[in-house]
């Protein structure tokens, strides 16, 4: 399996990327920002398979986010991460068995239910596509089909399965949120310029998706040869839920009013946190 992670950079304690503060990482590269962007996607910097990024290994991305996710929180984002599930599940499942307090929220645009049926399968052609694209999506792909060459013996129609239903499943299993479909800026949740703290999903046709959860009823429906649904929220619903609710002043995770932490390793991972913080800013004086 390909072990390489092409992203632009992380930003740390990022407000806007999931419940609490969170280390966001963004990947490189989205299929539908090349071809056909959302109207008012905030970061045309990483549709592009050309130009600059880093390239981690998974054990660099495990050895980075240990290091930097003080609060064990962390957001995969675009560009489109989930052109890279296969080594981000891969690095999802290292982080969790290392501390199975890390909690992962992705954004995707595709459907999730149909990616679950069908898997996520696109055909590169040389002439609409660029030509980056050619030899990335070749390394994040389960298995790929070259079509057409031209007369240097290069591909000029490449079809790939970039991910079977079982990676889509597997990805599930250790993103605990997935905000899944595409932003539709006439749908935005928020009417400022900038999403607001804590307010980390685009447009109000996006759902807030609970990978472990629907799994684990997916597990239980399949040996009984039934359906199985999604577990979900509507985004403005889960909004709704999130914006009445008090959390935890280290994980975001919903907790009693009275209360600042979830638990006294949460309350622990706050405090060493400020005093890093403090020592940081006493050393720039
Ligand atoms: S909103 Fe997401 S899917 Fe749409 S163009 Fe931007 S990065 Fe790509």
Known sequence: M??????????????????????????????????????????????????????????????????????????????????????????AKQLKKI????????????????LMKYGLNFTWVKEKHEQAMLKQLMDYSSSYDI????????????????LTPEDVKELMRYIDIIVDGEYKHELRL???????????????????????????????????????????HYSDEYMKIYESNHHCKSCGKSIKAEDSYCTQLCEARYTQRKENMKLISNEGV
């Not at 600059?52 to 957001?75: C, F, G, H, P």
């Not at 307090?101 to 149909?114: C, R």
């Open 99 to 114: 501390d199975p307090t890390f909690h992962f929220v992705m954004y995707t645009m595709y459907k999730l239910d149909v």
């Open 190 to 232: 928020t009417t400022a310029e900038y999403m607001h703290d804590g307010g980390f999903i685009g447009s109000s046709n996006q759902r807030v998706i609970y990978g472990p959860n629907t799994m684990r009823q997916y597990d239980i429906y399949k040996n009984l040869g039934e359906n199985y649904d999604l577990i979900f």
């Open 147 to 162: 079509q057409a060459f031209d007369e240097d013996h290069n591909p000029t129609r490449v079809k790939y399965t970039i």
């Open 2 to 91: 390909n072990d390489i992670l092409r992203f632009i950079g992380v930003t740390k304690d990022a407000l806007t990327a999931g419940p609490g503060k969170r280390l966001e990482l963004f990947t490189k590269g989205c299929i539908r920002g090349v071809v056909s962007p959302c109207e008012g996607c905030f970061n045309s910097i990483t549709w592009s398979f050309e130009g600059k990024y880093k390239t981690y290994r998974i054990q660099e991305l495990v050895d980075m986010i240990s290091k930097d996710a003080w609060n064990r929180q962390v957001t995969f984002c675009g560009g489109e991460p989930i052109l890279q599930a296969r080594t981000l599940t891969e690095v």
